[in-house]
């Protein structure tokens, strides 16, 4: 049984994985396919980026960014999620998948857009709006269900790609929260930031000296260079009803 399943290895998945991963809670995240955020032709509005960024280009990186953080990933579309045990919820969620075998998650976030029907069998709280449907949560992404949670476009946030990664680590930092990690923040600060107070580091906390800052600024600087070195090959997924005139 894995502490959390990530519906969705989108922008919201992604940033919540790597924030329930860090914690050391033991984090798998299914995807059924694409990001939306594949379409964009140039993502100029996600701070960090002064010129833009390949939408591609930010998903692949945040990719390995879950991963490095210790989160493992599995392809396929989930397609029904029922509680372990219907009388106590503590024991966990089932999950299916097309093709897959079953697989067991003590939480479940929900990051999914925009496909939520695999929620159905256990009355989340689904709203339907024109063709769409959102997922109902509070401030922290908990659903109705205790232990299901969602993030991100699903759980109604506005359709941009910071809000969807703002909102998955919230949803991320909701479900340590309700879990057993010890944890305060995860930062990461300069050598005697805590203990030259006298001062314990805080759980979640690091504390670096100024040679390991230096050999992590290297290494992050060595991967962005290599990384930005070339124009990716793949192009922007164009709008499926598109593509049909087009045949
Ligand atoms: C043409 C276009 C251009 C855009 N340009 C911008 C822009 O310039 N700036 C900006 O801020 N935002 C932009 N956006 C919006 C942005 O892409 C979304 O707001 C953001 O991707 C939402 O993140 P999310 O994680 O909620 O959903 P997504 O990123 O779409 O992630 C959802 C993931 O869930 C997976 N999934 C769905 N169902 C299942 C299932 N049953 N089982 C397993 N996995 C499943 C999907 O395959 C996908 O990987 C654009 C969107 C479009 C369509």
Not at 99 to 126: C, H, K, M, N, Q
Request: charged share 30%; aromatic share 6%.
């Amino acid at each position: 049984m894995r502490n959390v399943c990530v519906v969705g290895g989108g922008v919201a998945g992604l940033a919540a994985s790597i924030f329930t991963a860090r914690a050391g809670l033991d984090t798998i995240v299914i995807d059924g396919g694409e990001s939306i955020l594949a379409r964009n032709a140039s993502l100029e509005n996600y701070p960090g980026f002064p010129d833009g960024v390949d939408a591609r280009r930010y998903l692949q990186l945040t990719r390995e960014q879950a991963s490095n953080a210790g989160a493992e990933f599995e392809l396929g579309r989930v397609t029904h999620v029922e509680p372990v045990d219907e009388t106590d919820l503590e024991q966990g969620f089932v999950l299916e998948t097309e093709g897959g075998e079953p697989l067991e998650a003590r939480r479940v976030i929900a990051a999914s857009w925009s496909d939520s029907e695999y929620l159905v069998p256990l009355d989340v709280g689904r709203i339907k709006r024109g063709s769409k449907h959102f997922v109902d949560t509070d401030e922290g992404g908990r659903t109705a269900v205790d232990g299901v949670y969602a993030a991100g476009r699903l759980a109604e946030e506005p359709h941009q790609a910071i809000v969807a990664a703002g909102h998955g680590a919230k949803v991320g930092l909701a479900v340590i929260h309700d879990s057993d990690a010890n944890f305060y923040h995860d930062w990461v600060a300069p050598e005697g930031y805590f203990t030259g107070r006298g001062r314990e580091v805080p759980p979640g906390c690091e504390e670096i000296d100024d040679a390991e800052r230096r050999e992590r600024d290297e290494r992050a600087r060595e991967r962005m260079l290599e990384a930005f070195a070339e124009p990716l090959d793949e192009r922007p997924t164009m709008h499926p009803s598109v593509e049909r005139n087009e045949d």
